[in-house]
């Protein structure tokens, strides 16, 4: 997932009688499936050397930028930032892209870089902050829902489609990472949406159900439901909030490979963004009591029924997240695609460049948006 989902923060001890590093792995491994340890007290060991390439923060003296807020059907607003090639970009009815952020973490990260090129390339693309997120309305902070995540795509496709300078008939989108899932199940019930691509998608509903390759088993997951079920009761007598899953703080001599994938991004100036009045100590930390609603998120059903508007799926042949886009991929109906960029990581195709394959996204928007 991405900002993901990955290991439990450093909170306390999130239910009597579990013990913290049997609840570490419990929680973590609802969706990466590896040893999450403690993180806590430690002396930080070396980020993995990812950063060739690395261009999250890429600006463009090609597009203009417009900072805006839509609302969507729940009444919040939800932020934006739109990108307009600088020539003939508002002078023509073009095609538009919405782009959604990793899960857990918000438009400037890797939204942006994607929105950008795509405007280089001729599109109105926007970035948006999932709601919970970023800029983005909602509360609490960093709360799960993934309906309202999806409908903050057909609020895009809305606010987009009412531009005069966008052709409402030509609007696709782009999900990275957990919005991939989002954005598949926008477009089972939002038929304006004509072309849709994933990048590095995480199911998130499988991803926290079952982890990576099927590790979680049911009693595992009934654990973490039932912690998360015991915590309500503390929040809703006036307790603090806890927070799970996102990206390690600390790393560690034993850190697994994902940890220090998602650390090298989140947790240093390659990606590290915290949105104005947000604790850097809670970015990418979704709230332990909405998290399990992930669980009874299925947005591979019935993926066939978007058929025959196409599908990309774009993941990495060295991504831990593979399984995700190859069972769309299996699920989806023609006309479908899948592309597996040779090298890449999980966390690679947020923001290398030189492995990115913008071209492909380009070529298929073309073609579909036509």
């Known amino acids: 997932m991405s900002a993901d989902h990955h290991f439990l923060s450093p909170q306390k001890d999130l239910r009597a009688g579990v013990g913290r590093r049997d609840l570490l792995k419990l929680t973590g491994a609802s969706v990466a499936a590896l040893a999450a340890s403690s993180v806590l007290n430690t002396s930080p060991a070396k980020a993995q050397d990812m950063a060739s390439d690395a261009a ?4 463009s003296n090609e597009v203009n930028l417009e900072k805006v807020v839509f609302r969507n059907q729940y009444a919040m607003n939800v932020a934006g930032n739109l990108f307009t090639p600088k020539v003939g970009g508002r002078n023509t009815r073009s ?9 857990g973490a918000v438009k400037e990260q890797s939204a942006n870089l994607y929105a950008t090129q795509m405007a280089e390339r001729g599109f109105v693309a926007m970035s948006i902050d999932l ?3 970023g800029e983005s309305e909602g509360q609490p902070r960093n709360l799960v829902s993934p309906d309202i995540y ?5 609020a895009a496709v809305d606010y ?8 409402r008939a030509r609007i696709g989108v782009i999900g990275i990472c957990g919005s991939g899932s989002f954005a598949i199940s926008a477009a089972k019930i939002d038929p304006r949406l004509k072309a849709i691509a994933t990048v590095s998608m995480y199911d998130m509903g499988a991803a926290n159900r079952n982890a990576l390759n099927h590790s979680l088993s049911v009693e595992q997951r009934k654990q973490i439901i039932a912690a998360a079920a015991e915590q309500r009761y503390v929040e809703f007598t006036g307790g603090e909030p806890k927070y799970t899953s996102g990206t390690v703080h600390r790393l560690t001599a034993n850190s697994t490979p994902i940890e220090r994938e998602f650390y090298d ?3 240093t100036p390659r990606g590290e963004f915290t949105p104005a009045g947000s604790s850097p100590q809670l970015t990418t930390h979704p709230t332990l009591t909405s998290n399990v609603k992930f669980m009874n998120f299925y947005p591979f ?10 599908m990309l799926f774009i993941t990495g042949d060295q991504a831990h997240s593979r399984e995700f886009s190859e069972d769309a991929y299996k699920r989806a109906a ?12 999980h966390v690679d195709l947020y923001d290398r460049v030189s492995l990115i394959p913008f071209d492909k996204l380009q070529s298929f928007f073309n073609q579909h948006l036509a």
Do not use: C
């Open 334 to 345: 023609e006309p479908k695609e899948i592309v597996r960029v040779p090298g890449a990581g």
């Open 95 to 103: 095609p538009a892209i919405v782009v959604g952020h990793p899960m």
């Open 56 to 59: 999250n923060f890429y600006k």
């Open 265 to 267: 991004f989140y947790r």
């Open 301 to 310: 059903n019935d993926i066939e029924t978007i058929s025959p508007r196409p």
């Open 131 to 133: 709601p919970f997120w």
């Open 150 to 154: 999806a409908e903050a795509f057909s």
């Open 160 to 167: 987009l489609g009412t531009l005069t300078y966008v052709d």
